[in-house]
């Protein structure tokens, strides 16, 4: 394709032209040097922004640094983070994403150092006029100077870039260690584990630094650092117990978090939690679609089966029983609880309501968190302050204690062992019949269009459907939501064919990722996108009303 010249010439000629015309630019420019591309232009000046490609080819980036597809994503996430801040101010939106640095469609390096950014750009039209000058400005000018700068090798802070490269590198080496040392997670010493507020991602200032007990220390080699040490949490069941607000549910959000790596100045940069952990919670109101919660359900009022159980309105523990069947079943190896958003009864019965109600239909959580782990090597780590009944049956329990942890397990096994608080009623956790899903029923074409949008973190469009992802609680960002959306129709349309399980379909899913990265999704399109997990995703379509499976 050929380049033309003058970009800002072709904008100033169109001054004062009705708005549909700034469709003429579509295509390539050459501006100064720097390759723009028009990818796409917003029919009015309302719609969303139109969107740009800018290609920098001599960025000059050393070649040590974009050796590895690690080392290339947090090179990306460094310079996007660059080009955010050179074009603050402006309306230029640069999808950079907060603390995690995920493979993201707005800004990739290749192995030759070349870098594609993609930003979204609002085309000035008051009156739907076409606004020539100040478009000229803007996409001749501002754009490509800040690409110039915030991409270029010799204009970057080279350290900063490097730090932020071996900060990433660091802690892909500490998660790649868990498993072998068999650990779940690793919390660094001096690490910062709370956050400014609910809505402040940033960390908290003069907050307690993180500090463990000795005899869970262990000291893990990374590649830039050294070696770290920290709380390791071992395989297993581990209690997180402690006081109301000595900082517990902190930690276990530090955990969740710990899947993905996290930018220098976080404070989380060295916690890092096994890529298949999973966080749980109780979601009443959920649609659920022939799950098995037989393990967790033995019967109900109305007679239905629990091990083919399917409801669009979901009860506090129906749904956590459904989260934790379905999560187990994408693959999830560690699952993380917190008793401020469980299902009370899903989790407890404790002696005195054993013998009060003796038909409970409920299997409480209490007595398939040992099987879970000997069966199906399933670890559980779980916030609990409330109920002394899990003392008994962690193999590690942790006590926060004005934030910083001490090791508390020889104390609560004598507790335990001093008297039975509760009868034991269930052993071992139930065989769960894999589900097949019904590709048809992942179609998102609704009025004979397709679509896939993500309305922000919390909802995704996906054809006649709305998608309430609310208590997905380890989604990052609306980008992450619109890579769950692609990723669905993507299952829908050749992975799952019918007759392949969801979970053998997840790992096609997770194989197409690997080969072919951000381009699976996107399939030559060109939007905002960031890598999901296939537990994600997995929780996305467990909550699409319409789907159907395959009996
Ligand atoms: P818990 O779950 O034990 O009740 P939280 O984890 O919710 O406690 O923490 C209670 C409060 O303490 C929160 O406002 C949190 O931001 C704050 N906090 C947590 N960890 C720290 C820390 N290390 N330093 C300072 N404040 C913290
Ligand atoms: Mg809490």
């Known amino acids: 394709m050929s380049r033309r010249d003058d970009l800002a010439a072709a904008l100033r000629s169109l001054d004062?032209?009705?708005?549909?015309?700034?469709?003429?630019?579509?295509?390539?420019?050459?501006?100064?040097?720097?390759?723009?591309?028009?990818?796409?232009?917003?029919?009015?000046?309302?719609?969303?922004?139109?969107?740009?490609?800018?290609?920098?080819?001599?960025?000059?980036?050393?070649?040590?640094?974009?050796a590895t597809p690690d080392r290339r994503r947090a090179l990306a996430g460094f310079l996007l983070r660059g080009l955010r801040r050179a074009l603050r101010g402006t309306p230029v939106h640069v999808d950079a994403g907060g603390p995690e640095v995920l493979e993201r469609s707005a800004g990739v390096v290749d192995a030759g150092g070349a870098v594609t950014v993609e930003v979204g750009v609002p085309f000035p039209g008051p009156k739907r006029r076409v606004l020539g000058k100040e478009a000229a400005t803007l996409l001749g000018a501002t754009l490509p100077?800040?690409?110039?700068?915030?991409?270029?090798?010799?204009s970057v802070d080279q350290d900063a870039a490097r730090a932020f490269v071996e900060t990433v590198e660091d802690a892909v080496a500490l998660r790649g260690a868990l498993a072998d040392r068999g650990l779940v997670a690793f919390v660094a010493d001096g690490a910062v584990l709370p956050r400014r507020s609910g809505v402040d991602d940033r960390p908290m200032e003069a907050a307690t630094p993180f500090g463990g007990?000795?005899?869970?220390?262990?000291?893990?080699?990374?590649?830039?650092?050294?070696?770290?040490?920290?709380?390791?949490?071992?395989?297993?069941?581990?209690?997180i117990v402690g006081g109301g607000y000595h900082g517990k549910s902190t930690l276990l959000r530090a955990l969740e978090a710990g899947v993905y790596d996290h930018v220098p100045g976080d404070g989380r940069e060295q916690v890092v939690t096994r890529p298949d952990a999973v966080k749980l919670r109780a979601e009443d109101g959920r649609a659920v679609i022939h799950d098995d919660v037989s393990a967790f359900v033995a019967h109900l009022p109305s007679g239905e089966p629990t091990d083919d159980f399917s409801t669009t309105n979901a009860s506090g523990s129906t749904s956590q029983a459904a989260s934790t069947v379905e999560a187990v079943e994408a693959g999830a190896d560690v699952l993380l609880i917190d008793e401020d958003t469980s299902a009370t009864n899903m989790m407890i019965r404790d002696g005195r309501m054993?013998?009060?109600?003796?038909t409970e239909p409920l299997v409480p959580f209490v007595e398939r968190v040992r099987p879970l782990h000997a069966e199906r090597g399933v670890s559980t780590v779980l916030v609990m302050g409330g109920s002394g009944d899990y003392l008994g049956v962690a193999d590690t329990v942790v006590m926060m204690d004005a934030y910083r942890a001490s090791d508390v397990t020889a104390r609560a096994?004598?507790?335990?062992?001093?008297?039975?608080?509760?009868?034991?009623?269930?052993?071992?956790?139930?065989?769960?019949?894999?589900?097949?899903?019904?590709?048809?029923?992942l179609d998102?074409?609704?009025?004979?269009?397709?679509?896939?949008?993500?309305?922000?973190?919390d909802r995704l469009t996906f054809g006649e459907d709305d998608i309430d992802l609310t208590a997905v609680e380890q989604i990052t960002d609306r980008s992450q939501v619109a890579g769950i959306g692609r990723a669905l129709a993507l299952l829908g349309d050749g992975v799952l064919d019918g007759t392949i399980t969801l979970a053998e379909g997840l790992d096609l899913l997770d194989a197409e990722l690997g080969r072919r990265?951000?381009?699976?999704?996107?399939?030559?399109?060109?939007?905002?996108?960031?890598?999901?997990?296939?537990?994600?995703?997995?929780?996305?379509?467990?909550?699409?009303?319409?789907l159907r499976l395959r009996t």
Do not use: C
């Open 413 to 441: 096994h004598e507790i335990a062992a001093a008297g039975p608080s509760r009868t034991v009623e269930h052993t071992g956790f139930p065989a769960v019949a894999p589900r097949v899903v019904d590709p048809a029923s």
């Open 145 to 154: 100077d800040a690409a110039r700068t915030a991409l270029s090798w010799s």
């Open 444 to 457: 998102p074409t609704a009025k004979g269009k397709r679509r896939v949008t993500a309305r922000g973190r």
């Open 517 to 546: 990265g951000l381009e699976a999704l996107l399939d030559g399109r060109s939007e905002d996108l960031a890598r999901p997990r296939r537990h994600e995703v997995a929780a996305a379509l467990n909550r699409l009303r319409s």
């Open 16 to 66: 004062g032209a009705s708005y549909g015309r700034y469709k003429s630019l579509s295509g390539r420019w050459d501006v100064s040097g720097i390759d723009l591309e028009v990818l796409r232009v917003q029919a009015d000046p309302f719609a969303p922004p139109s969107r740009v490609r800018l290609t920098v080819d001599d960025t000059g980036i050393p070649a040590d640094l974009v």
């Open 354 to 358: 054993q013998q009060l109600i003796a």
């Open 213 to 239: 007990p000795s005899s869970l220390a262990v000291t893990l080699e990374t590649p830039n650092a050294g070696r770290v040490t920290g709380m390791g949490v071992p395989d297993g069941v581990t209690l």
